[in-house]
């Protein structure tokens, strides 16, 4: 519209769409982010890097059927790995699906997948199982994340090689310690 200010460079040029319950934040910045926020479970959904400069940016796979927890770690990682691309999924079904998506996308897993052990629908032993037999397992690392202290369950995710285990609330400093230390 004649008469008003343009943005600059330094301004963030975006634009808002709503379909259903999802918005969709897009900036023009150099980075060419998109945020999608879904309404109904109140979390974000993703971040979205469009740009070349990022495009072999982190995936970080967030397994969890508690959105506070969801919303608490996605707050935690876009801090501590501010570029890197965070997904959620609510339940080891689910996981599978978008893992496959990734690989099909991106001809890669997810960098790091952070899996709770109790969750409706697919629990994450049973996630472990179906995943476990694929090709794509051998270049993920997960690490659980879980308030069980059930010494069957530990045993269970020994044997699928999984060899750290954070306990729930998960904090920044047990957050950055993961995301620094090696396999």
């Keep these: ?48 890097y469009k740009s070349e ?13 508690d959105d506070i927890t969801n919303f608490l770690t996605q707050r935690i990682l876009s801090r501590i790995k501010p570029t890197a691309q965070i997904i959620v999924a609510t339940n080891g079904e689910e996981a599978l699906r978008m893992i496959y998506s990734v690989a099909k996308k991106d001809h890669r897993c ?20 179906s995943f476990s037999s694929t090709e794509l397992r051998k ?15 530990f045993a269970a995710l020994k044997e699928y090689g999984i060899e750290e285990i954070i306990s729930k609330p998960v904090t920044m400093s047990r957050m950055e310690e993961v995301l620094t230390s090696k396999d």
């Design 53 to 65: 400069k990022v495009k072999n940016r982190e995936i970080i796979l967030v397994v969890d059927d």
């Design 110 to 129: 997810p960098d790091l997948i952070l899996l709770d052990v109790n969750m409706p629908v697919m629990n994450g032993l049973e996630f472990l199982t």
């Design 1 to 48: 519209m004649r008469g008003q200010n343009r943005p600059t460079v330094g301004h963030v040029a975006g634009y808002l769409q709503v379909c259903s319950s999802i918005f969709e934040i897009n900036s023009k910045l150099a980075l060419a982010v998109a945020l999608i926020f879904n309404l109904n479970r109140m979390q974000w959904i993703s971040t979205v």
């Design 139 to 153: 270049s993920c690392r997960i690490v659980v994340v879980t308030t069980s202290n059930n010494k069957s369950d």
